[in-house]
Nanobody
Framework: QLQFVESGGGLVQPGGSLRLSCKAT????????MAWYRQAPGNQRELVAG???????TYADFAKGRFTISRDNAETALYLQMSDLRPEDTAVYYC?????????????WGQGTQVTVSP
């Protein structure tokens, strides 16, 4: 299994931006489909965005136009650029390998990174 370390979360005002990072432990990172997920209190974990390669990405409806997923295979890193953040984006954000199709997560979860959007 791959392991991941997420970072970049924090407290931001509505309309603000954050860039989340995910560092994978294995050099094989580049061959895997990857995704960001999030879990808000009382809610199930949900897909935010996924990426197979630079040309193949998918976004949840709430993320379209506001979030951008990207990857740097040389750095074994996954990123999520988030803009126009809203209070409903408050959640713990996780990265993981993803099964394709379907985008179900494949590995154990890391600790995630907390994003709080509040005035």
């Amino acid at each position: 299994q791959l392991q991941f370390v997420e970072s970049g979360g924090g407290l931001v005002q509505p309309g603000g931006s954050l860039r989340l990072s995910c560092k994978a432990t294995e050099r094989s990172f580049g061959i895997h489909t990857m995704a960001w997920y999030r879990q808000a209190p009382g809610n199930q974990r949900e897909l935010v965005a996924g990426i197979r390669d630079i040309e193949s990405t998918t976004y949840a409806d709430f993320a379209k136009g506001r979030f951008t997923i990207s990857r740097d295979n040389a750095e074994t890193a996954l990123y999520l650029q988030m803009s126009d953040l809203r209070p409903e984006d408050t959640a713990v954000y996780y990265c993981n390998r993803a099964r394709y199709p379907g985008w179900d997560p494949r590995d154990a979860w890391g600790q995630g990174t907390q994003v709080t959007v509040s005035p």
